[in-house]
Structures are given as structure tokens and as C-alpha cells.
């Protein structure tokens, strides 16, 4: 087990009273020392529990981001040799990181493994409540995608970064448009195919920030959106949409998160985290929903209008999104309108 241990020398304080943060890396009985080239008072080292407790002041927010960055790329490193069953050498992993040379025979890593590492720390994000379950998704959809089409077109698990040629990425790109499949329906509209190379890109970025590799092969990439006319439902639709009800509770309570999310703009997921805490009552007796957007940590103040307030009293403020089918939403709210369509 690979273990990282930062400390403080204080003997070697500069001129500000600050000392050098070290990193102590063991592994199987061996280990050794490394300077992180980052510097802080031994009080407020000891103060912060070794930058271990809640941490206020901005530069001891930088100071510990870039220690977790360095442990994170460290490990990163370590388990590549590990995986592929090389020589371990914490000296030489130490002077990969710190520039001073390659390691012999360097294993290249693949744009799968950048994945994996990209949604593991992901998923540390959204445990603490930083990021969404459903960015989260997206980013392992977009792993799946790739794996599909490695197996498919060249019959791989993986391929290494820097032999992802423009060749590569016309023939994803075609791939995804018009051979993906995906419950049933083949082919993924371009908007879709523009939004999934973005998040390719976002993987790749944070392989660079970490040392992994180089450069970004996917910034070749020059798909654009297409705009379109965005439709909406008229007040005579929803009021349609609204009177009608139907036998089988999942589909009512489909139609309700939908009527809920057209008068208030929130997404299904940000409706499914609300409760009555999130209704406040203003000075002049109207009804508010507060609370903060989980995909972008933005403070929404949104009145609540009688469609919306019948809706809130019809389920008691229990949370609006009572089972996890209903984010299946936009496919079976096309079964609503062709029942209203077949009247």
C-alpha cells in the first residue's frame, strides 16, 4: 500500500518565517522524501492539523489543492507501473514528476485510464455535494461510448493518447453520428455528438493538469451546435396537460414533475431535492421556492404559482420525485401526448 505523508522543516524557514512542505512517499518497507516547493508558518501548520481541518484563508486553500494534486498524480503514476505489472522505483516516479528525466521504458497511458482517473476523482466530488449525479453520468457515458467504439472499429480496450490522430477522431465522430446505438435508436443528433467531444476534451484537460500527457488530441475537433427554434407549450396546452388524469400513478406523477418544472424552470433533479424548507413565505403573504441549482451552485428565488402551489399540496411538501423512473421523463411524456393525441 502506497503511502504519502506531508511535514514541515522547520529548520529551513525563510526569511518570512515560513517553512518547506515535504512529502514522505512509502512503499513495502522503502521510502522517500520529496520537496512539494510549496511554504507555510509552522503555526498555522500545526493551527490547521497539518492543513488537515477547515481551511479559511485563500493561499492555505492553494497551498493544500496543490498537495492533493501532487498525491493524486503520484498515485496516478504508481498504480500505471502497478497495473502493468513494472518495476516499482519510488526515486524514479519522483524525478518523472519533477521533470529531471523520463522513466525508463515509460508505460504510455491511455485515454481510458484518463477516464477512469477523471471519473474517480469525479466521483469524490459529488460524495461531498461539489458536483451532480448527473454530470457524473454523463462522464461515464462518454467513457462507454469510447470503449464501444475502440471494440468496434479497431478492436482494442484501450488506445494511448498520443496515437489519436485526426483520422481518430473524424472516424468517432462519424461513429457516434450515424452507427451508436442506444435503446433502441441508432445514431446521436449532432448537438449531442458536439456536447460529448466537449466532455472528451474536459477528461483530456485534466489528463494535462495532472502531468499525464501533453497535449489535448481532441482540441482538433470543430464540430459546432446547430441552433434551433426552441418550441413551447402554449397556456391552453398545459392547462390540457394539467386537467387530464391519468389511471396509473407513474404517469400522473410523471405529468405532475413536468407541469412542475414548466412553471418554475427547474430540471427534474434539482425538483427532486426540494421539501418544504425550500418554501419561504415573503412579507406580502406570496409563496417562494429558494434554493440552490445542484448543477451550477447558482441561488434560484422562484414564486410559486397556483399550478405550482396545487401541485406542492397535492403531494403534502414530500419530495416531488418519488422514484427514480422519473427521470426517464421526456420518454414517457411523449406517451402523454399521443394519449391526448388520440382523443
Not at 61 to 90: C, G, P, Y
Request: aromatic share 12%.
Amino acid at each position: 500500500m502506497l503511502k504519502i505523508i506531508y511535514f514541515i522543516k522547520s529548520e529551513k524557514s525563510n526569511k518570512n518565517g515560513e517553512c518547506p512542505i515535504y512529502a514522505k512517499i512509502s512503499y513495502q518497507g522503502k521510502s522517500i522524501t520529496m520537496s512539494t516547493g510549496k511554504y507555510i508558518t509552522k503555526e498555522r501548520w500545526n493551527f490547521t492539523s497539518h492543513l488537515r481541518a477547515s481551511l479559511k484563508i485563500q493561499k492555505e486553500k492553494v497551498i493544500k489543492a496543490s498537495l492533493d494534486s501532487l498525491a493524486m498524480l503520484f498515485e496516478t503514476k504508481f498504480n500505471l507501473l502497478l497495473k502493468n505489472h513494472a518495476t516499482i522505483n519510488l526515486n524514479e516516479i519522483k524525478i518523472d514528476i519533477l521533470g529531471k528525466k523520463l522513466i525508463k521504458a515509460k508505460t504510455k497511458i491511455g485515454l481510458l485510464d484518463i477516464f477512469n482517473i477523471h471519473n474517480k476523482d469525479f466521483e469524490r466530488k459529488v460524495s461531498y455535494g461539489e458536483r451532480s449525479p448527473a454530470s457524473l453520468q454523463k462522464y461515464y457515458r462518454a467513457q462507454d461510448l469510447i470503449k464501444i467504439f475502440l471494440r468496434k472499429k479497431y478492436k482494442i480496450e484501450n488506445i494511448a493518447v498520443e496515437k489519436i490522430t485526426g483520422a481518430f477522431i473524424h472516424n468517432l465522430e462519424s461513429f457516434l453520428k450515424y452507427e451508436s446505438e442506444y435503446q433502441g435508436r441508432i445514431g446521436i443528433q449532432n448537438n449531442s455528438v458536439v456536447k460529448y467531444f466537449k466532455t472528451f476534451k474536459t477528461v483530456c484537460n485534466f489528463g494535462i493538469k495532472l502531468d499525464l500527457i501533453v497535449k489535448n488530441p481532441f482540441s482538433k475537433y470543430d464540430g459546432k451546435l446547430q441552433k434551433k427554434d426552441a418550441t413551447f407549450l402554449t397556456q391552453d396546452e398545459l392547462n390540457k396537460i394539467e386537467e387530464r388524469v391519468f389511471k396509473v400513478e407513474r404517469l400522473e406523477k410523471v405529468k405532475d414533475i413536468f407541469l412542475f418544472s414548466c412553471y418554475t424552470g427547474y430540471a427534474p433533479i434539482d425538483a427532486e431535492s426540494l421539501t418544504s424548507e425550500n418554501l419561504i413565505c415573503s412579507n406580502d403573504g406570496d409563496l417562494w421556492i429558494i434554493t440552490d441549482r445542484i448543477k451550477t451552485g447558482i441561488r434560484a428565488n422562484v414564486p410559486v404559482l397556483p399550478p405550482v402551489q396545487r401541485i406542492i399540496e397535492k403531494y403534502r411538501y414530500k419530495q416531488l420525485i418519488l422514484n427514480s423512473v422519473l427521470f426517464r421523463i421526456v420518454g414517457i411524456v411523449r406517451i402523454i401526448f399521443i394519449q391526448f393525441n388520440s382523443d
